[in-house]
């Protein structure tokens, strides 16, 4: 009976040890990826840096440059495309619609608040008469 258990001890020794050992890796092989992150991240930074740096040489470089390029603003539409007082006429349009809008929610409302009260009415009715 002592031989059964001692084995039984012996198996569960050795599966502890071959978690160990399995947790053991897998910390070095999380570790091994961590640094390799790590390596890649900093390369990364390396090359902005000198992606930047490059940039700015080229910037510098144009802006000494004796023929440098002249950009002008150029307008789309012509100066006297919208008179003045055109634009007062369209902000009143706008302001008319907004007002008959406003007037044509009210009505609908107050049909709607007609209905909801005539509901109310007869429902009073039919509970208490």
């Known amino acids: 009976m002592a031989q059964p258990l001692r084995q039984e001890k012996e198996k569960w020794y050795v599966w502890q040890k071959l978690l160990q050992l399995l947790r053991l890796r897998s910390v070095q092989v999380s570790d091994h990826r961590r640094h390799r ?13 000198q ?5 700015l040489r080229k910037m510098e470089t144009n802006i000494h440059a004796t023929n ?14 919208q008179k003045p007082w055109m634009k007062k006429v369209i902000l009143g349009g706008k302001l008319f619609a907004l007002g008959v809008v406003a007037l044509v929610g009210v009505k609908i409302a107050s049909v709607l608040a007609r209905f909801i009260i005539a509901a109310l009415v007869w429902m009073f009715e039919k509970l208490f008469f």
């Open 37 to 49: 992150q790590k390596e890649l991240e900093h390369q990364e930074r390396i090359l902005r840096e």
């Open 51 to 55: 992606e930047v740096e490059l940039r």
């Open 68 to 81: 440098a390029a002249f950009h002008q603003t150029v307008k789309h539409q012509p100066e006297n495309f």
